[in-house]
Nanobody
Framework: QVQLVESGGGLVQAGGSLRLSCAASGRTFGNRVMGWFRQAPGKEREFVAAIGWSGGRTYYADSVKGRFTISRDNAKNTVFLQMNSLKPEDTAFYYC???????????????????WGQGTQVTVSS
């Protein structure tokens, strides 16, 4: 029902920046919380950031707060993740996710995410 395609990953040196994009299909984008998750080899998938329906509210994992910024453009069905001051520990496969249609809760890491993209690799060298 909803297809998500990430782009913008790559190799960057520590301290550098990268901007990820996620293009979504469908007509329900504006009624879905959108999130970013990541998974490193041998580790559990972890929440990174999420943004509310109209972009007025954001929520970040403590590990990226102050360095990453999530934003969205509902007219283009796209969500972004601006990643600054990157660290080697940010190295992971990054996934875009769409929350349940019409569902919202203040703690965005606790809501159900029903659709997932294929992911894009981010590698940060020291």
């Amino acid at each position: 029902q909803v297809q998500l395609v990430e782009s913008g990953g790559g190799l960057v040196q520590a301290g550098g920046s990268l901007r990820l994009s996620c293009a979504a299909s469908g007509r329900t984008f504006g009624n879905r919380v959108m999130g970013w998750f990541r998974q490193a080899p041998g580790k559990e998938r972890e929440f990174v950031a999420a943004i509310g329906w109209s972009g007025g509210r954001t929520y970040y994992a403590d590990s990226v707060k102050g360095r990453f910024t999530i934003s969205r453009d509902n007219a283009k069905n796209t969500v972004f993740l601006q990643m600054n001051s990157l660290k080697p520990e940010d190295t992971a496969f990054y996934y875009c996710a769409a929350g349940r249609n019409g569902y919202s809760y203040p703690l965005y890491d606790q809501i159900p995410y029903d659709y997932w993209g294929q992911g894009t690799q981010v590698t940060v060298s020291s």
